[in-house]
Nanobody, 120 residues
Framework: QVQLVESGGGLVQAGGSLRLSCAAS????????MAWYRQAPGKQRELVAG???????NYAESVKGRFTISRDNAKNVVYLQMNSLKPEDTAVYYC??????????????WGRGTQVTVSS
């Protein structure tokens, strides 16, 4: 089994910053792609940012220049640094990992989500 533990969400004023973390543990041989998604009330879940095993990143247009995704392969952690937050960034943020288990099986896992609320 694989466990994902997210942290760093909370309430912040517009213009503020938050840093999300997602730590993976358990039956992991290698983590491939890592990503952050978000889902606002009444909306579909959307990709916020992704990072490949080689460090290539991609971002939603709405967060480019404000958010930065990074990873620590030694610790199996993915981060999302969020700056210049806006009320429209309010959502539940989920980490998503594509990984290979010790039995060399490829699996995809979701975290439970962490709430980010940005007040105006």
């Amino acid at each position: 089994q694989v466990q994902l533990v997210e942290s760093g969400g909370g309430l912040v004023q517009a213009g503020g910053s938050l840093r999300l973390s997602c730590a993976a543990s358990g039956n992991i041989f290698r983590i491939n792609d890592m990503a952050w998604y978000r889902q606002a009330p009444g909306k579909q879940r959307e990709l916020v940012a992704g990072i490949s095993s080689g460090g290539t990143t991609n971002y939603a247009e709405s967060v480019k220049g404000r958010f930065t995704i990074s990873r620590d392969n030694a610790k199996n952690v993915v981060y999302l640094q969020m700056n210049s937050l806006k009320p429209e960034d309010t959502a539940v943020y989920y980490c998503n990992l594509d990984l290979t288990t010790r039995s060399l099986t490829r699996r995809n896992y979701w975290g439970r989500g962490t709430q980010v609320t940005v007040s105006s």
